[in-house]
């Protein structure tokens, strides 16, 4: 984790150069209801938000939020990178995160996912966020995902993270 983040504060430190408007969506959920519960993703959480500000990002920090929750952030995100072409954006995610049939997904903390056909409904996807974002038609955004991706459901199909 070190790594990265020297990596990502120098990328995100050059960037006053590149755009004139920093935006950031931190994410990090670990009060789960039914899942393991994580302790570390809003630790984690809160020291991106911190040092994004320090870079000069303006930050939405949601924490321990459901799917509505979730999927409401990620709209406002794009709306502020929507303004101007010149925005940028800096998505981080950490909390549990699954795939199945090859897409990825956000868990949020309200999941209640009894079985894979339930991850359309209840859980965030993606490839659905990235295109959220990509709406907005702004120059430059960085999303990093960081889920654990152990095996909390009962129902997958492999114990391999």
Request: proline share 2%.
């Amino acid at each position: 984790m070190k790594k990265i983040s020297v990596v990502l504060f120098f990328i995100l430190s050059s960037l006053s150069t590149v755009a004139r408007w920093k935006h950031a969506l931190v994410i990090g959920n670990g009060a789960y209801r039914i899942l393991t519960r994580l302790n570390n993703p809003v630790n984690d959480a809160n020291g991106m938000a911190a040092a994004l500000r320090e870079l000069g990002f303006t930050v939405y920090a949601v924490v321990d939020r459901g799917r509505v929750q979730m999927e409401e952030a990620i709209e406002r995100f794009k709306n502020q990178l929507s303004v101007s072409r010149n925005r940028c954006g800096f998505l981080f995610y950490t909390s549990h995160g699954v795939q199945s049939e090859g897409v990825n997904y956000l868990i949020p903390v309200d999941a209640d996912i009894r079985s894979e056909a339930y991850l359309r409904d209840r859980a965030v996807s993606v490839q659905a966020m990235l295109d959220e974002i990509n709406e907005s038609d702004n120059e430059l955004n960085i999303v990093v995902l960081d889920p654990c991706r152990d095996n909390s459901f009962g129902w997958a199909r492999t114990g391999i993270r």
